[in-house]
């Protein structure tokens, strides 16, 4: 299943396709599925246009980065870090501390929001990526796991 994760400042509202209920449960038959950022609040940890590995119903811990439905527009999908867990379900934090659209803005996110935890992303190759050293650094860097960052848990928390 392919999700578009539009992150709050872009300004755009998708058109989502609905998840299976049992996805929504955290019970998916196939519980990886793959989604695409679109924004930039995750930057440097994620960027415009990279694809992402997601595990529906993963258990969360600070640190991670989740997959979510926005509070206020629950057909918008945000991909945020969450960076503790509060009375009410989760505070969750855009890498990039100038794009907004987290937790700073719309408080905690009840745990039911929280729809798959980000395991790995893809960066495509750019077009201007053609020299033979170009893309030898491009398929040394495209896919990364994405782990929890407890250093950024803790500087996050700081704000």
Same mark, same amino acid.
């Given at each position: 299943?392919?999700?578009?994760?539009?992150?709050?400042?872009?300004?755009?509202?998708?058109?989502?396709?609905?998840?299976?209920?049992?996805?929504?449960?955290?019970?998916? *038959?196939?519980?990886?599925?793959?989604? @695409?950022?679109?924004?930039?609040?995750?930057?440097?940890?994620?960027?415009?246009?990279?694809?992402?590995?997601?595990?529906?119903?993963?258990?969360?811990?600070?640190?991670?980065?989740?997959?979510?439905?926005?509070?206020?527009?629950?057909?918008?999908?945000?991909?945020?870090?969450?960076? @503790?867990?509060? @009375?009410?379900? !989760? !505070?969750?934090?855009?890498?990039?501390?100038?794009?907004?659209?987290?937790?700073?803005?719309?408080?905690?996110?009840?745990?039911?929001?929280?729809?798959?935890?980000?395991?790995?992303?893809?960066?495509?190759?750019?077009?201007?990526?053609?020299?033979? *050293?170009?893309?030898?650094? !491009?398929?040394?860097?495209?896919?990364?796991?994405? *782990?929890?960052?407890?250093?950024?848990?803790?500087?996050?928390?700081?704000?």
């Amino acid at each position: 299943m392919r999700l578009g994760l539009v992150e709050e400042r872009t300004g755009e509202v998708p058109v989502m396709p609905e998840l299976p209920q049992e996805t929504e449960r955290g019970r998916a *038959l196939v519980p990886l599925g793959t989604a @695409e950022v679109t924004g930039p609040s995750m930057v440097p940890t994620l960027h415009h246009g990279d694809r992402l590995v997601v595990q529906y119903g993963a258990r969360v811990k600070p640190g991670d980065v989740i997959v979510l439905r926005h509070p206020f527009q629950q057909d918008l999908l945000v991909v945020k870090r969450a960076a @503790e867990r509060r @009375e009410g379900g !989760w !505070w969750v934090l855009g890498d990039n501390a100038y794009a907004g659209g987290d937790s700073t803005d719309y408080g905690t996110v009840p745990q039911d929001l929280v729809l798959a935890k980000v395991r790995a992303r893809f960066r495509p190759r750019r077009a201007d990526q053609r020299s033979p *050293l170009a893309v030898l650094r !491009w398929a040394l860097s495209a896919v990364r796991p994405v *782990l929890s960052d407890r250093s950024a848990s803790r500087r996050l928390r700081a704000r």
